[in-house]
T-cell receptor
Framework: EAGVAQSPRYKIIEKRQSVAFWCNPI?????LYWYQQILGQGPKLLIQ????????DSQLPKDRFSAERLKGVDSTLKIQPAKLEDSAVYLC????????????FGPGTRLTVL | AQSVAQPEDQVNVAEGNPLTVKCTYS??????LFWYVQYPNRGLQFLLK??????LVKGSYGFEAEFNKSQTSFHLKKPSALVSDSALYFC????????????FGAGTRLFVKA
Protein backbone atom coordinates (compact mmCIF):
# COMPACT_ATOMS: atom_id res chain seq x y z
CA GLU A 1 0.00 0.00 0.00
CA ALA A 2 1.44 3.35 -1.02
CA GLY A 3 1.87 5.90 1.74
CA VAL A 4 0.93 9.57 1.88
CA ALA A 5 2.71 11.45 -0.89
CA GLN A 6 3.78 15.07 -0.63
CA SER A 7 5.55 17.43 -2.99
CA PRO A 8 7.80 19.26 -3.16
CA ARG A 9 10.05 17.95 -0.40
CA TYR A 10 11.89 21.24 -0.05
CA LYS A 11 11.06 24.82 -1.00
CA ILE A 12 12.95 28.07 -0.50
CA ILE A 13 11.19 31.37 -1.21
CA GLU A 14 11.52 35.04 -0.43
CA LYS A 15 9.09 36.68 2.01
CA ARG A 16 5.94 38.00 0.38
CA GLN A 17 6.10 35.31 -2.33
CA SER A 18 3.47 32.64 -2.64
CA VAL A 19 3.93 28.87 -2.40
CA ALA A 20 1.78 25.78 -2.77
CA PHE A 21 2.14 22.28 -1.36
CA TRP A 22 0.46 19.15 -2.66
CA CYS A 23 -0.65 16.03 -0.81
CA ASN A 24 -2.07 12.74 -2.02
CA PRO A 25 -3.41 10.63 0.87
CA ILE A 26 -3.52 6.87 1.12
CA UNK A 27 -6.15 5.51 -1.24
CA UNK A 28 -9.55 5.31 0.39
CA UNK A 29 -8.71 7.53 3.35
CA UNK A 30 -11.55 9.98 3.81
CA UNK A 31 -9.89 12.24 6.37
CA LEU A 32 -6.97 14.47 5.45
CA TYR A 33 -4.97 16.75 7.73
CA TRP A 34 -2.43 19.51 7.20
CA TYR A 35 -0.02 20.24 10.06
CA GLN A 36 2.65 22.87 10.56
CA GLN A 37 5.73 21.71 12.47
CA ILE A 38 8.07 24.51 13.52
CA LEU A 39 11.58 23.46 14.51
CA GLY A 40 11.63 22.22 18.09
CA GLN A 41 7.86 21.95 18.36
CA GLY A 42 5.23 19.31 17.82
CA PRO A 43 2.92 19.38 14.80
CA LYS A 44 0.08 21.90 14.97
CA LEU A 45 -3.12 21.17 13.08
CA LEU A 46 -3.89 23.76 10.41
CA ILE A 47 -6.90 22.17 8.73
CA GLN A 48 -8.77 18.87 8.68
CA UNK A 49 -10.95 17.64 5.83
CA UNK A 50 -13.56 14.90 5.86
CA UNK A 51 -13.88 13.97 2.18
CA UNK A 52 -13.98 17.44 0.60
CA UNK A 53 -15.57 19.25 3.53
CA UNK A 54 -13.68 21.19 6.20
CA UNK A 55 -14.02 19.75 9.72
CA UNK A 56 -11.64 22.07 11.59
CA ASP A 57 -9.69 25.08 10.37
CA SER A 58 -9.63 27.03 13.63
CA GLN A 59 -5.84 27.34 13.62
CA LEU A 60 -5.43 28.19 9.94
CA PRO A 61 -4.26 31.83 9.42
CA LYS A 62 -6.93 32.53 6.88
CA ASP A 63 -5.56 35.90 5.86
CA ARG A 64 -2.63 34.15 4.14
CA PHE A 65 -3.23 30.38 4.19
CA SER A 66 -5.78 28.49 2.12
CA ALA A 67 -6.41 24.83 1.46
CA GLU A 68 -8.69 22.83 -0.75
CA ARG A 69 -9.60 19.22 -1.39
CA LEU A 70 -11.84 19.53 -4.40
CA LYS A 71 -12.63 15.90 -5.26
CA GLY A 72 -12.15 14.45 -1.80
CA VAL A 73 -8.81 12.93 -2.71
CA ASP A 74 -5.66 15.04 -3.05
CA SER A 75 -5.24 18.43 -1.45
CA THR A 76 -3.33 21.67 -1.90
CA LEU A 77 -2.18 24.05 0.83
CA LYS A 78 -1.24 27.57 -0.26
CA ILE A 79 0.50 30.45 1.49
CA GLN A 80 0.15 33.91 0.00
CA PRO A 81 2.07 36.03 0.92
CA ALA A 82 4.65 34.14 2.96
CA LYS A 83 6.23 35.53 6.11
CA LEU A 84 9.51 34.62 7.78
CA GLU A 85 7.63 32.88 10.60
CA ASP A 86 6.06 30.47 8.08
CA SER A 87 9.38 28.62 7.84
CA ALA A 88 8.48 25.12 8.99
CA VAL A 89 7.81 21.58 7.85
CA TYR A 90 4.30 21.13 6.48
CA LEU A 91 3.01 17.65 7.11
CA CYS A 92 0.06 15.99 5.47
CA UNK A 93 -1.65 13.04 7.11
CA UNK A 94 -4.65 10.88 6.37
CA UNK A 95 -6.84 8.41 8.21
CA UNK A 96 -9.51 5.92 7.24
CA UNK A 97 -13.11 6.02 8.33
CA UNK A 98 -13.04 2.74 10.27
CA UNK A 99 -10.01 3.92 12.29
CA UNK A 100 -10.12 7.69 12.11
CA UNK A 101 -7.92 8.09 15.19
CA UNK A 102 -4.81 6.56 13.60
CA UNK A 103 -3.09 9.04 11.33
CA UNK A 104 -0.60 8.18 8.59
CA PHE A 105 1.87 10.94 7.81
CA GLY A 106 3.67 11.90 4.66
CA PRO A 107 7.36 12.87 4.62
CA GLY A 108 6.58 16.59 4.79
CA THR A 109 7.61 19.69 2.86
CA ARG A 110 10.34 21.80 4.43
CA LEU A 111 9.68 25.47 3.70
CA THR A 112 12.33 28.12 4.21
CA VAL A 113 11.26 31.75 3.89
CA LEU A 114 14.15 34.20 3.43
CA ALA B 1 -8.86 22.83 26.52
CA GLN B 2 -6.66 19.94 25.58
CA SER B 3 -2.94 20.00 26.28
CA VAL B 4 -0.07 17.56 26.44
CA ALA B 5 3.32 17.93 28.09
CA GLN B 6 6.54 16.05 27.53
CA PRO B 7 8.72 17.21 30.40
CA GLU B 8 12.04 15.95 29.01
CA ASP B 9 13.64 17.43 25.92
CA GLN B 10 16.03 14.49 25.71
CA VAL B 11 16.35 11.05 27.24
CA ASN B 12 19.64 9.20 27.19
CA VAL B 13 19.83 5.46 27.76
CA ALA B 14 22.36 2.71 27.15
CA GLU B 15 21.54 -0.05 24.69
CA GLY B 16 19.92 -2.99 26.43
CA ASN B 17 18.59 -0.89 29.31
CA PRO B 18 14.90 -0.12 29.77
CA LEU B 19 13.66 3.23 28.55
CA THR B 20 10.83 5.52 29.58
CA VAL B 21 9.64 8.63 27.78
CA LYS B 22 7.20 10.66 29.86
CA CYS B 23 3.92 12.28 28.85
CA THR B 24 1.16 13.99 30.81
CA TYR B 25 -2.09 15.34 29.42
CA SER B 26 -5.13 17.45 30.16
CA UNK B 27 -8.53 17.01 28.48
CA UNK B 28 -12.14 17.90 29.21
CA UNK B 29 -13.58 14.44 28.69
CA UNK B 30 -12.00 11.03 28.36
CA UNK B 31 -8.70 10.95 26.51
CA UNK B 32 -7.58 9.22 23.39
CA LEU B 33 -3.79 9.01 23.67
CA PHE B 34 -1.12 8.32 21.07
CA TRP B 35 2.59 7.93 20.59
CA TYR B 36 4.32 8.71 17.30
CA VAL B 37 7.99 8.46 16.34
CA GLN B 38 9.83 10.68 13.86
CA TYR B 39 13.09 9.73 12.18
CA PRO B 40 15.24 12.40 10.46
CA ASN B 41 13.70 13.87 7.30
CA ARG B 42 10.65 11.65 7.60
CA GLY B 43 7.08 12.13 8.70
CA LEU B 44 5.64 10.85 11.93
CA GLN B 45 5.03 7.14 12.28
CA PHE B 46 2.27 5.72 14.50
CA LEU B 47 3.48 3.57 17.41
CA LEU B 48 0.44 2.91 19.59
CA LYS B 49 -2.77 4.33 20.99
CA UNK B 50 -5.01 4.10 24.03
CA UNK B 51 -8.76 4.32 23.47
CA UNK B 52 -10.30 2.38 26.34
CA UNK B 53 -9.83 -0.85 28.26
CA UNK B 54 -6.52 -2.28 29.44
CA UNK B 55 -4.23 0.41 30.81
CA LEU B 56 -1.16 -1.23 29.27
CA VAL B 57 -1.06 -0.78 25.52
CA LYS B 58 1.37 -2.65 23.30
CA GLY B 59 2.54 -1.21 20.01
CA SER B 60 5.09 -1.47 17.25
CA TYR B 61 8.78 -2.37 17.65
CA GLY B 62 8.39 -3.66 21.21
CA PHE B 63 7.12 -0.36 22.63
CA GLU B 64 4.33 -0.18 25.18
CA ALA B 65 2.65 2.61 27.11
CA GLU B 66 0.82 2.73 30.40
CA PHE B 67 -2.28 4.85 30.87
CA ASN B 68 -2.64 6.23 34.38
CA LYS B 69 -5.88 8.15 34.82
CA SER B 70 -5.19 9.42 38.33
CA GLN B 71 -1.83 10.86 37.29
CA THR B 72 -3.07 11.87 33.82
CA SER B 73 -0.01 10.24 32.32
CA PHE B 74 0.76 8.03 29.34
CA HIS B 75 4.43 7.11 29.54
CA LEU B 76 6.12 5.24 26.71
CA LYS B 77 8.29 2.28 27.70
CA LYS B 78 10.49 -0.40 26.23
CA PRO B 79 12.18 -3.16 28.25
CA SER B 80 15.43 -3.17 26.25
CA ALA B 81 16.51 -0.19 24.14
CA LEU B 82 18.18 -0.49 20.74
CA VAL B 83 20.47 2.03 19.08
CA SER B 84 17.95 2.11 16.22
CA ASP B 85 15.31 3.44 18.65
CA SER B 86 17.13 6.78 18.65
CA ALA B 87 14.58 9.26 17.26
CA LEU B 88 12.13 11.99 18.19
CA TYR B 89 9.03 10.80 20.05
CA PHE B 90 5.74 12.67 20.20
CA CYS B 91 2.86 12.12 22.59
CA UNK B 92 -0.57 13.27 21.41
CA UNK B 93 -4.06 13.56 22.87
CA UNK B 94 -7.60 13.95 21.62
CA UNK B 95 -10.71 13.99 23.78
CA UNK B 96 -14.02 12.20 23.34
CA UNK B 97 -16.27 15.25 23.73
CA UNK B 98 -16.70 15.69 19.99
CA UNK B 99 -13.63 17.77 19.17
CA UNK B 100 -11.69 16.64 16.15
CA UNK B 101 -8.32 18.11 16.93
CA UNK B 102 -5.31 16.04 17.98
CA UNK B 103 -2.83 17.99 20.10
CA PHE B 104 0.84 16.99 19.97
CA GLY B 105 3.50 17.50 22.60
CA ALA B 106 6.77 19.23 21.79
CA GLY B 107 8.60 15.95 21.47
CA THR B 108 11.34 14.11 23.35
CA ARG B 109 14.55 13.14 21.67
CA LEU B 110 15.67 9.64 22.62
CA PHE B 111 19.36 8.87 22.33
CA VAL B 112 20.42 5.25 22.79
CA LYS B 113 24.13 4.76 23.23
CA ALA B 114 25.82 1.55 22.12
Amino acid sequence: EAGVAQSPRYKIIEKRQSVAFWCNPISGHATLYWYQQILGQGPKLLIQFQNNGVVDDSQLPKDRFSAERLKGVDSTLKIQPAKLEDSAVYLCASSQTRDVLTQYFGPGTRLTVL
Amino acid sequence: AQSVAQPEDQVNVAEGNPLTVKCTYSVSGNPYLFWYVQYPNRGLQFLLKYITGDNLVKGSYGFEAEFNKSQTSFHLKKPSALVSDSALYFCAVRDDTGGFKTIFGAGTRLFVKA
